[in-house]
């Protein structure tokens, strides 16, 4: 085992992994950027080191500045954590040229699987169902004609995207060059790619995900399934393990299917394989995550694994030490995603948090890296923590988290605790029929029913012209972003910073819209 690593990231998984390191007695190399300053990972680290400016290019995606503080501080391995550069193979081929370990799997399957339309191929040749689409990039006197054989409605995607940037839907041959242009500029801007793929839109889907974890000796399993499916522009808000809507046999397929795909790219470390089904039990394959998931928190507390534990093991060249037969699911879980936003308009909250109550029941769990004078900025991914919860069986847990957000406080910005509280109370969610289309079905609901008397007490103590000047602000700090940093696009490596989405998403919204993130 490693006796010290260097953490390639910030925030909550920061600081998720370096609570695994100290059980383990593995010591931590923390790195920040200037406004990360005071920030919790830093403190928890057992070292830290400037590695540049506040801009994400200059500090948390400066790879050869990340290469240059793990040599120097002596680290034996970098874990990429989730967003930055976790997915980028040039990460991952710099470690093994300067002899540092990469926790994770190795470039080549990076590439293969970070291409989207070179995954869909890799994924049919493994014979996994894959939606009607496009297997070579669109280009724009292309489009047209590939939009027609397709039909309507279709995904325009960036074949270099991730974290939910970079997906447009398109329902008609009138929107359809708009949203292509649109498309790719995002895409260049998140990820310096202009490369594009159509696909089939599948609607009121579920989207269910199989986490794999696998050693270099050849072992490869998996840990169960996940149900992702309550999602808002793409972007997940509320994630359970198992998913009760699944017959035993659809379960049985999923997980084949996804060992299947893993072991024809000799996948290692720990990944996920992600799906849609449909309410007839078709399933097809969406996507290869290969770093570790923000929802790997569920299939840990129902299986009893830490799934970090797990990557460190296997990266240090150990054997998995596990049997697919060793592995049993236990209760159910759920996970809240808790975020920065305006519970009315779902614009971003930015400012100063003057004051946080964490709830602390029974089989809670908070991952987080807030705290007291906190600020939160456009800087980064603005995800506050994550609260889970177990329970014996599904209403056991929910009711748990439902508990667990009323009782969470942040004070001096917003967040969307109420919507969550809102969403597991949700007919449809309760009953364990919701599909990728059902927070769009409860967000239609007029503004005023989606005020709950309690909002004073959960969202902090923000006023009216507080919060619209907050609203305000953000959109003036996204605009002025967004055009300070189109000029440098073209040299930006491929990331899955997600703020990058936000801004789009901020600019092309207007004040009240009710489909922010």
Known sequence: MFKKILIANRGEIACR??????????????????????????????????????????SYLNLSKIIEIAKYSKSEAIHPGYGFLSENPLLARACQE??????????????????????????????????PGTDQPVEDDQAINCAWTLGFPLMVKAADGGGGIGIHQVENMDDLLP???????????AFSSTRLFFERQLKD??????QLIGDELGNLIHLFDRDCSIQ????????????????????????????????????????????????QGQIYFL???????VEHGVTELVTGLDIVELQLKVAAGESLGLQQDDINLKGHAIQARVYPEDPITFMPNLGKITDVNFPCGKNVRIDTAIGNNYEVTLHYEPLLGKVLSWGTNREEATHRLETALLELRINGITCNAELLRKILKYPEFVKSVHHTGTLAQLLNEPLNQRKSKDSDQTMGHSNKAQSNAKVAAAIGTAVALSLKNSASTASRPPSSWRSLGLQEQMLSHPIGSRGWR
């Not at 049985?252 to 089904?277: D, M, P, R």
């Open 98 to 131: 300067h002899g540092i370990r990469f926790i994770g799997p190795t470039a080549e399957v990076m590439e293969k699987m970070g291409d989207k339309i070179k995954a869909r191929k890799l994924a049919k040749k493994a014979g996994l169902p894959v939606l």
């Open 232 to 279: 808002r522009r793409h972007q997940k808000l509320v994630e359970e393990a198992p998913s009760l809507k699944l017959t035993p046999a659809i379960k049985k397929k999923l997980y084949k299917l996804a060992v299947k795909l893993g072991n024809s790219i000799g996948y290692t470390n720990a990944g996920t394989v992600e799906f849609l089904v449909t309410a």
């Open 287 to 293: 996507e290869m995550n290969t770093r570790l998931q």
């Open 205 to 210: 889907a579920s989207h269910i995900e199989v």
């Open 17 to 58: 992994i370096i609570r695994t390191c100290k059980n383990l007695d593995i010591k931590t190399v923390a790195i920040y950027s200037e406004a990360d300053q005071n920030a919790l990972h830093v403190t928890e680290a057992d070292e830290a080191y400037l590695v540049g400016a506040a801009d994400p290019q200059e």
């Open 179 to 189: 949203i292509v242009d649109r498309t790719r500029r995002v895409s260049n801007h």
